[in-house]
Nanobody
Framework: QVQLVESGGGLVQAGGSLRLSCAAS????????MGWFRQAPGKEREFVAC????????HYSDSVKGRFTISRDNAENTVYLQMNSLKPEDTAVYFC????????????????WGQGTQVTVSS
């Protein structure tokens, strides 16, 4: 398994941008599909985006498609989530996660999780 540590969260105004990073330990990082999930207060954790190990394929939730971009740098063992045109409803704790299942969008298929980073979007 890999160990994951997120960073880059913070407070931003609506319409602004943030880039989240997720640093992974482990020599096999490049073989994992990496995903981003988020959990808003009082709500269940939901899928945001994922990227295959080869970086050829990505998948996004409808709520972030066209605004968020997931990418990875296997040489740096890091996955990123560029978030543009942020909205107050994007406010949540964002988690990165790893799985061997290709482009999984369901959290139960992920078995390594970071501790999360808070993103707050003010109106």
């Amino acid at each position: 398994q890999v160990q994951l540590v997120e960073s880059g969260g913070g407070l931003v105004q609506a319409g602004g941008s943030l880039r989240l990073s997720c640093a992974a330990s482990g020599r096999t990082f490049s073989t994992y599909t990496m995903g981003w999930f988020r959990q808003a207060p009082g709500k269940e954790r939901e899928f945001v985006a994922c990227i295959s190990w080869s970086d050829d394929n990505t998948h996004y939730s409808d709520s972030v498609k066209g605004r968020f971009t997931i990418s990875r740098d296997n040489a740096e063992n890091t996955v990123y989530l560029q978030m543009n045109s942020l909205k107050p409803e994007d406010t949540a704790v964002y988690f990165c996660a790893a799985t061997k299942f290709t482009l999984a969008t369901t959290q139960r298929f992920y078995y390594s999780w970071g501790q999360g980073t808070q993103v707050t979007v003010s109106s």
